[in-house]
């Protein structure tokens, strides 16, 4: 069993910046994909990054590319969203996820094995 905390989210300007963590329980974090989603009020829960066991590979959704960055630190345990350049359509509760299945695997989030509670993100304009 893993359990996953998100921590991080909170009020921002457009514009700004914020760095969400996930730390994980469990000594076998090191050998999932992890992965961050969120959901804005009323809508589906959309994919927004991943990163593979190593931390070698990540994959972004379009919309995110250029501004966020996913890291992960397998000896803490912990998975980073570095988001820059903020707008208010990035408002949304951010959850963390945890996927046993390997990189080449779909990153719907039906598939993901492990979730967090999420963290709000609300960027004011």
């Known amino acids: 069993q893993v359990q996953l905390v998100e921590s991080g989210g909170g009020l921002v300007q457009a514009g700004g910046s914020l760095r969400l963590s996930c730390a994980a329980s469990?000594?076998?974090?090191?050998?999932?994909?992890m992965a961050w989603f969120r959901q804005a009020p009323g809508k589906e829960r959309e994919f927004v990054a991943r990163i593979s066991w190593s931390g070698s590979r990540t994959y972004y959704v379009d919309s995110v590319k250029g501004r966020f960055t996913i890291s992960r630190d397998n000896a803490k345990n912990t998975v980073y969203l570095q988001m820059n350049s903020l707008n208010p359509e990035d408002t949304a509760v951010y959850y963390c996820?945890?996927?046993?299945?390997?990189?080449?695997?779909?990153?719907?989030?039906?598939?993901?094995?492990?979730w967090g509670k999420g963290t709000l993100v609300t960027v004011s304009s």
């Open positions: 996820a945890a996927d046993t299945r390997g990189w080449y695997s779909d990153y719907a989030a039906r598939g993901m094995d492990y």
């Open positions: 469990g000594r076998t974090f090191s050998s999932y994909v």
